[in-house]
C-alpha cells in the first residue's frame, strides 16, 4: 500500500510560483475557518492548529517573494510582479487576521454567549480529527474509507507531525497520530469522529434566552455575525474578480470594504453603550478583537482588487493559481427553463447536491451577497458561487450550462 503523502517541510515545498500561491490561498483559507471554530468551541485544540498554519504560511509568504522577484526580468515583468507581491501580501495579512481571531481564546479575551450562538449559520463547518491506533481509520487509505459517503465530510488537509499536505489524494493512508481535516455538514462531525477514535464533540454554548427589544450587547453582536460574513464574501469576490478580469465585481468588494468602515464605528459605539450595563466589561474586548480582524480581512480583499479596478494586467500565473485551490470560484447565467430558473435556493439544495454555495446573484446590475435560502432565482441571473470541483458538472447541468461552457 503505497503512501503518497506529500511533506512540505522548508526543504521541500512546492517551488513553482502557482503552486505556491494555490496552496497559500488554501492555507489562508482553512486558518480562518479554523480560527472561528476555535472561537465557537471555545478549543485552544483548534488555536493551536491556526498557529501552525501560520508557520507555514510565513514560510510560503517569504519563498513566494524570492521567486516573484527573480522572474522579473524586465520592467513589465516587475509591473505584473508587483501584483503577484500584492496578493501574496494581502494573503499573508488573512493570515495574521485569523491568527488573531484564534488568540482570542488562548488569551481569554472573552466572547458574549450572544456571539457563540450565532457564528455557526453556514450549511458547511470544519472539523478536526486526530487519528487514534487501531481506530476504523487507522492504516487505511482515504479511498477505502471514502468518508464524503460515509460521513458528507470531504477532507481538506492532513497533517502528519510538522508534514502538511493541502491536497490529499484517495490513495494516501491514514496513520495513528495524523490530524485529518475536513468540511462538511454539521452532523457529519459525530461519524467522522467515531470512526477516527475521537470522544464526543464538546457542547456547543448554550442557548441565550431573548427579550422582545435588542439590548445593546445584541445590537453589536448582530454587527458583527454581518461583518464576518461581509469580509467572508469579500474575499470570495476578490478572487472572483482576479479570475475572471471582472471591475464589476472588483467595486463591489471596494463598496463593501467602505459599508464595513461604517459597520465598525456603529459597532464601537453598541459596545461602548453595553459596557455600562457590565460588571466586568472586560469582555466586551473579544468583540472589538474579531472586529478588527474582519475588517482587516476585507481591507486585504479591496487590495486584491486594485489591479483589476485600475485596469492594469493580472499575471495568468495567478488566475491559474486561483482555479487550482481547493475550492473553486464559479460564474454562469441561469438559463430560462433551466431546473434553477423560479426555484428557491433551498429548493435546490445546492450545498447537499452539488457541494457549491451561492456566493452572490446579480440581478438587474445589483448584487445580493450570500443570498438567503429564500431567494427565488429567476433566469437571466447571474450567479456566483464557490465550492469543491467536484460540484462543477452536477451545479452546471442545474443552471442550464454546459461544463464545457462554464470552463471556457
Not at 511533506?7 to 494555490?22: I, W
Not at 468551541?41 to 519563498?63: H, Q, T, W
Not at 464526543?200 to 453589536?220: H, I, K
Not at 451561492?358 to 443570498?371: D, E
Request: aromatic share 6%.
Amino acid at each position: 500500500m503505497r503512501d503518497t503523502r506529500r511533506g512540505t517541510q522548508r526543504g521541500s515545498q512546492p517551488r513553482n510560483l502557482k503552486e505556491m500561491l494555490a496552496e497559500a490561498k488554501n492555507t489562508s483559507e482553512l486558518m480562518v475557518d479554523l480560527a472561528y471554530t476555535a472561537l465557537f468551541y471555545d478549543s485552544e485544540d483548534f488555536s493551536e492548529e491556526v498557529f501552525r498554519l501560520e508557520e507555514r504560511l510565513n514560510d510560503l509568504v517569504y519563498d513566494m517573494r524570492i521567486l516573484a522577484i527573480l522572474a522579473a526580468r524586465s520592467p513589465a515583468d516587475s509591473e505584473q510582479m508587483a501584483g503577484i507581491l500584492q496578493i501574496v501580501h494581502d494573503i499573508e495579512k488573512i493570515g495574521n487576521a485569523a491568527n488573531d481571531i484564534a488568540k482570542i481564546v488562548v488569551k481569554k479575551l472573552g466572547i458574549p454567549p450572544e456571539l457563540l450562538q450565532d457564528i455557526p449559520e453556514a450549511e458547511e463547518i470544519p472539523a478536526r480529527v486526530s487519528i487514534h491506533p487501531e481506530s476504523p481509520l487507522d492504516g487505511r487509505t482515504l479511498n477505502e474509507v471514502d468518508l464524503p459517503t460515509e460521513t458528507g465530510m470531504r477532507p481538506i488537509a492532513l497533517r502528519s507531525e510538522d508534514d502538511w499536505n493541502f491536497d490529499p489524494e484517495p490513495e494516501d493512508v491514514l496513520r495513528a497520530g495524523d490530524v485529518l481535516f475536513l468540511q462538511g455538514p454539521p452532523e457529519g462531525v459525530s461519524e467522522l469522529r467515531a470512526l477516527a477514535g475521537e470522544p464526543p464533540a464538546p457542547n456547543a454554548a448554550p442557548a441565550v434566552e431573548t427579550t422582545g427589544t435588542l439590548s445593546e450587547l445584541e445590537q453589536a453582536v448582530d454587527i458583527l455575525i454581518e461583518m464576518k460574513n461581509l469580509s467572508e464574501v469579500a474575499v470570495g469576490l476578490a478572487y472572483s474578480a482576479l479570475l475572471y478580469y471582472d471591475a464589476g465585481l472588483a467595486r463591489e468588494v471596494v463598496a463593501i470594504e467602505n459599508e464595513m468602515d461604517e459597520m465598525r464605528y456603529r459597532l464601537e459605539r453598541w459596545v461602548l453603550l453595553a459596557a455600562r450595563h457590565l460588571e466586568d466589561s472586560s469582555r466586551l474586548r473579544g468583540v472589538l478583537h474579531l472586529a478588527t480582524a474582519s475588517e482587516t480581512i476585507a481591507d486585504c480583499a479591496m487590495e486584491m482588487v486594485w489591479v483589476v479596478e485600475k485596469g492594469e494586467e493580472v499575471h495568468p500565473v495567478l488566475s491559474a493559481a486561483i482555479e487550482e485551490s481547493d475550492e473553486v470560484v464559479l460564474k454562469l447565467t441561469v438559463a430560462p427553463g433551466s431546473p434553477a430558473d423560479g426555484k428557491s435556493l433551498e429548493a435546490l439544495q445546492l450545498e447537499t447536491e452539488t457541494g457549491m454555495y451561492a456566493l452572490a446573484v446579480n440581478r438587474g446590475g445589483r448584487w445580493t451577497y450570500r443570498p438567503r435560502d429564500s431567494y427565488v432565482l429567476h433566469g437571466g441571473d447571474s450567479l456566483l458561487a464557490t465550492g469543491a470541483p467536484e460540484g462543477l458538472e452536477p451545479f452546471a447541468r442545474l443552471f442550464g450550462a454546459e461544463l464545457e461552457e462554464v470552463d471556457e
